[in-house]
């Protein structure tokens, strides 16, 4: 289970946190197959713009925070062009 939430964790800026935070509840309350099969459904939803949007600029505040030198507009773009 501690393996699976590690997965979860590195998928945290494509997802929306509700998202994660249902697919974590289904891990931690032992239903580990069902939260397997809705991480994956997630990872294959295509999202609506606003979504898309939301989290491109969720990954680049992390990447901003993790690499103080990297350029805001610049990232955004890469996430953007990336999903």
Same mark, same amino acid.
């Given at each position: 289970?501690? #393996?699976?939430? $590690?997965?979860? $964790?590195?998928?945290?800026?494509? %997802?929306? &946190?509700?998202?994660?935070?249902?697919?974590?509840?289904?891990? %931690?309350?032992?239903?580990?197959? =069902?939260?397997?099969?809705?991480? $994956?459904?997630?990872? #294959? &939803?295509?999202?609506?713009?606003?979504?898309?949007?939301?989290?491109?600029?969720?990954?680049?505040?992390?990447? &901003?925070?993790?690499?103080? #030198?990297?350029?805001?507009?610049?990232?955004?773009?890469?996430? %953007?062009? =990336?999903?």
């Amino acid at each position: 289970m501690d #393996n699976f939430i $590690k997965e979860l $964790k590195k998928h945290r800026h494509f %997802l929306p &946190k509700q998202t994660i935070k249902t697919i974590r509840g289904q891990a %931690l309350s032992g239903d580990l197959e =069902g939260a397997k099969r809705g991480l $994956k459904t997630a990872l #294959n &939803k295509t999202q609506s713009k606003k979504d898309k949007m939301i989290n491109a600029h969720r990954g680049t505040r992390y990447m &901003k925070k993790q690499y103080s #030198n990297i350029d805001y507009h610049t990232q955004l773009g890469i996430y %953007l062009r =990336g999903q």
